[in-house]
């Protein structure tokens, strides 16, 4: 699986890169998946972001339809899917982009997600971030812009709050298979850029290590697991027979426009509010937290 457009692989081969040549593998399909770099992605955050936080009635609709944001969404957990469901057909699958530290984390974690019951609970998602977001490299500082004076760097990219997005819309669409309630998604979101945790604030895990000890948001949020915990959560409890103790294990999200939605308590945080009404909510998370 290789995440990136056709026509990009492609135009790798003349930085000496390129794609696989399928003549040497055999009994292996080749597919591209078809999903933009880190510059489109940030033009329709960018775009979106716009038009959550000045949105006109009038131009609404087109706005959002223009930007592409859901489109972009749709195609990660389609393409998510896709991969849960080769693997749990019993095939091998080898996920990867450019470079392999941002499409390849956010496929390889909605896949796993999709798959494993496991990593639908708190520890299991901790365990995935960290290993498939902390540990494979993903530059959480340059991509959220830690330490990076100008806001129009070439390098940044939401790929990190994509994902949450796409976990946010499979677990609207599943809300009794998760353990955590999706303030925990939100909280992550929210963290990425605020650099306030050691975890989403170096580009390696080499870098991680070198730094000053810092404190870890999973700590943070282990502490208050309680606020985190989805009270719906029936575990690994068969859904279609509530009689049978067979795990579920592979849940099936609809990756389809129309089954998916804007997630209104992140994009939405700042907008339609009066003062009082922030200074309200304010005072209420630091209760929370």
């Known amino acids: 699986m290789d995440a990136r457009p056709r026509r990009n692989a492609y135009a790798n081969n003349f930085l000496g890169a390129g794609t696989e040549n399928m003549d040497l593998y055999e009994n292996c399909v080749l597919e591209f998946l078809n999903i933009e770099n880190i510059h489109v992605m940030r033009k329709s955050f960018s775009e979106f972001k716009d038009l959550c936080l000045n949105c006109n009635d009038s131009s609404w609709f087109s706005g959002l339809e223009s930007c592409h944001w859901l489109d972009h969404i749709s195609k990660l957990i389609y393409c998510g899917t896709r991969i849960a469901n ?118 390696s ?4 290590l070198n730094a000053n000890p810092t404190v870890s948001v999973w700590t943070f949020a282990l502490e208050r697991i309680d606020k985190f915990l989805n009270a719906n959560y029936i575990g690994t409890m068969n859904l279609e027979n509530s009689n049978s103790l067979e795990p579920v294990k592979l849940i099936l999200p609809d990756h389809r426009l129309k089954s998916l939605q804007i997630w209104e308590a992140y994009y939405f945080k700042f907008a339609f509010r009066t003062p009082d009404k922030i200074d309200n909510d304010a005072k209420t998370r630091k209760l929370l937290l």
């Open 205 to 208: 895990e080499k870098e991680r």
């Open 86 to 203: 080769l693997l749990n057909s019993g095939n091998s699958v080898v996920v990867h982009c450019s470079d392999g530290w941002d499409r390849t984390p956010q496929l390889t974690c909605l896949a796993q997600i999709l798959l494993d019951p496991y990593y639908r609970t708190i520890t299991g998602f901790s365990c995935l971030i960290e290993k498939e977001w902390c540990s494979f490299g993903h530059k959480f500082a340059i991509r959220a812009g830690h330490g990076f004076h100008s806001p129009n760097d070439s390098q940044r990219s939401p790929i990190f709050l994509q994902f949450l997005d796409s976990v946010w819309q499979i677990h609207r669409q599943f809300p009794r298979s998760f353990q955590f309630n999706d303030e925990l998604l939100l909280f992550l979101a929210e963290q990425f850029f605020a650099a306030r945790f050691g975890t989403f604030m170096f580009n």
